[in-house]
């Protein structure tokens, strides 16, 4: 096994807050106040989302000409809440050793929407748009101005699965030496593309979603975002296993047996040297679609049973799509911390309890639920995307 590598820094937003107090007190309180209806994103319909509830901070001026975005934006103030670790790796390794990988689906797309909306009216493109706002690899190489980091730096856009992705692709750089410390993450925001899309595939559900519940009816889209800093240092919480798999089932739905998805959870078990009784909690893709929920379902029940903790926390952000997977790790790197989350608490499973009986049953995790388990613990996220394109993380307390 090749050595560990650790997460000694973390950053959030989410439509719970910016921050990771604002998130950690919505995690594990099962708090959904931020998903409201929203007009303005499909024509004559409010549909409910998980928007940010404050405006990220401008761009500086020298760096808004090119780069100014929501999505940019976002990723500034994720960038602020770690810049003193940032800077003490850019001490210890310099600005050439530090790589930067991230995830995102939408980048700066809501502005290229704007800008088409004027070209329409007016005949002429705003003053001062660049098409390169809206670049799916923007993000990495705007964070790299930022920062004045000179290692590699790109962008993984794999979909639901991006920013889970990005902790593999980083640790590669560094086990490779072609890096020391990466910066890993991603960040989605609202655009009116990525609500129509999921709306014409009739997957957008009028009300607040409902991950596993018979009721079910599809997805409630958000936004939000989070960066790591990954080091080989020894910290509190480490990346123990990283497993991707690619099924290739369909376009736009997943293989209805699971497949991928368990082969991803087994891959990231195996990685971590682990079996799945060493692991204390499952955050869930849960994307309370009728055909993720009951793959998912399948999957987690062959490999757990129905015992281990597992919640679906889409239910208190939205689903947010390519920064899915590194919020959903920020969860867990919340709830395996002794600072963040000392009682040791679950994130419930927040739904409307009536339990699908055609899906075999999980450990839906109650309100007050705890960590079983020492100083020593494991939990595991999933992110499962269209096309097949699956991954699972394993975070680990205790293990340096």
Not at 116 to 135: I, K
Not at 387 to 399: I, P
Request: charged share 15%.
């Amino acid at each position: 096994m090749s050595p560990r590598l650790y997460l000694p820094a973390m950053a959030v937003g989410t439509c719970l807050g910016l921050g990771k107090a604002a998130n950690a007190a919505g995690l594990f309180a099962g708090c959904r106040d931020g998903l409201a209806p929203r007009d303005g994103y499909l024509p004559g319909k409010a549909v409910p989302l998980g928007a940010l509830p404050e405006e990220p901070p401008p761009l500086p001026d020298d760096l808004a000409g090119r780069w100014d975005s929501r999505n940019n934006r976002l990723l500034m103030a994720l960038a602020a809440e770690i810049a003193d670790d940032v800077a003490g790796a850019v001490r210890r390794y310099g600005r050439d050793r530090i790589a930067i990988v991230i995830g995102t689906s939408t980048s700066g797309i809501a502005e290229g929407e704007a800008a088409l909306s004027h070209f329409r009216a007016a005949g002429t493109w705003p003053e001062g748009f660049h098409y390169s706002r809206q670049e799916t690899g923007s993000g990495a190489a705007f964070l790299a101005d930022l920062l004045g980091l000179g290692g590699p730096a790109y962008v993984v856009a794999t979909a639901c699965s991006s920013s889970a992705k990005v902790f593999a692709s980083a640790r590669r750089l560094i086990r490779a030496g072609l890096a020391d410390a990466a910066l890993v993450g991603g960040a989605d925001t609202l655009c009116k593309l990525t609500v129509a899309g999921f709306h014409s595939l009739e997957s957008v559900s009028p009300t607040p979603c409902n991950p596993f519940g018979a009721n079910r009816d599809g997805i409630t889209i958000g936004e939000g975002g989070a960066l790591f800093l990954l080091t080989r240092e020894e910290a509190e919480i480490a990346l123990l296993g990283v497993g991707e798999s690619s099924d290739a089932h369909h376009i736009s739905a997943p293989d209805p047996e699971g497949r991928g998805a368990l082969a991803a959870m087994e891959g990231a078990l195996a990685d971590a040297g682990l079996g799945a009784g060493d692991i204390a909690y499952v955050n869930l893709h849960g994307t309370a679609t009728r055909l993720n929920d009951s793959m998912e379902s399948k999957a987690v029940h062959a490999l757990f049973g129905g015992a281990v903790p597992c919640s679906s926390t889409k239910a208190l952000t939205g689903h947010t799509l390519g920064a899915a997977g590194a919020v959903e790790a920020a969860f867990l790197w919340l709830g395996l911390s002794a600072a963040w989350n000392a009682g040791n608490l679950v994130p419930p499973q927040v739904w409307d309890g009536v339990a699908d009986p055609e899906l075999p049953r999980l450990g839906l995790a109650a309100p007050g639920g705890r960590l079983a388990g020492g100083d020593r613990l494991a939990a595991l996220s999933n992110s499962f995307a269209f096309g097949g394109s699956n991954c699972s993380l394993v975070l680990g307390r205790g293990w340096a």
